[in-house]
Nanobody, 118 residues
Framework: VQLQASGGGLVQAGGSLRVSCAAS????????MGWFRQVPGKEREFVAR????????YYSDVVKGRFIISRDNAKNTVSLQMNSLKPEDTAVYYC????????????WGQGTQVTVSS
């Protein structure tokens, strides 16, 4: 499974950005896809995820109400619309795909930088 992230960039506080991630390869048993973020010196933290069959969404408390995760099943793509961005949202954003059923495997994308200036 390969994950290709796109989007991100530089935006002023209060602005919006969108990041997307396309999965390719053996994605026939895709369970969910999501986003994590990481800043230097800190652990990678969960941002949001969406289940592939039902579209159920989950968000971290710090982004709930500001970020929206969505999926395109036909294109095996997940997107994260980030609104009302804050400087503390600055991080490298990584997409993750969970594949499998009883046993699952996690795959990570290469990361994309999001920078929010104050």
């Amino acid at each position: 499974v390969q994950l290709q992230a796109s989007g991100g960039g530089l935006v002023q506080a209060g602005g919006s950005l969108r990041v997307s991630c396309a999965a390719s390869g053996r994605t026939w048993n895709l369970y969910d896809m999501g986003w994590f973020r990481q800043v230097p010196g800190k652990e990678r933290e969960f941002v949001a995820r969406i289940t592939w069959n039902t579209g159920t969404t989950y968000y971290s408390d710090v982004v709930k109400g500001r970020f929206i995760i969505s999926r395109d099943n036909a294109k095996n793509t997940v997107s994260l619309q980030m609104n009302s961005l804050k400087p503390e949202d600055t991080a490298v954003y990584y997409c993750k795909a969970k594949i499998g059923g009883v046993t699952t495997y996690d795959y990570w994308g290469q990361g994309t930088q999001v920078t929010v200036s104050s």
